[in-house]
């Protein structure tokens, strides 16, 4: 799969931090009309039940940790519980919280980043198979 054509949920309350990763997604060579937004947990949950009763989960999921309304590693553990058929590919955390804070809350497929090292996320997104 060419990586503009990969499904991308961007989950953050922060429109500015939502915005960065857009735009590092889209300079990695991701279509901006693959890339979907969300605001919270909840209805990022809602984006992703939609798309996989549509038969096209997201590729990568990427959220925040605190947000309102359902927490980012609520939202994630509950998605990576579904059959591999509507769960995303991939998933990030990206916090504030150091990894060794979230690491016990979280299963070992969540790669977990610092909101202070996109360079780091940049990277971590352009290693991944798709």
Request: with cysteine; hydrophobic share 40%.
């Amino acid at each position: 799969m060419e990586v503009k054509d990969v499904k991308v949920l961007v989950v953050d309350d922060d429109k500015t931090v939502q915005s960065v990763l857009c735009v590092l997604l889209m300079d990695l060579g991701f279509s901006e009309e693959n890339i979907s937004t969300s605001w919270n947990g909840g209805a990022a949950r809602s984006a992703c039940r939609r798309a996989g009763m549509d038969g096209v989960p997201f590729d990568l999921v990427m959220s925040d940790y605190q947000m309102p309304y359902m927490s980012g590693v609520e939202f994630l553990n509950e998605i990576l519980t579904w059959d591999e058929s509507r769960k995303p590919k991939h998933v990030m955390m990206i916090s504030g919280i150091s990894e060794s804070e979230l690491r016990d809350s979280l299963p070992p497929v969540v790669k977990i980043f610092s909101k202070a090292n996109f360079a780091s996320i940049r990277d971590h997104i352009a290693s991944l198979e798709f």
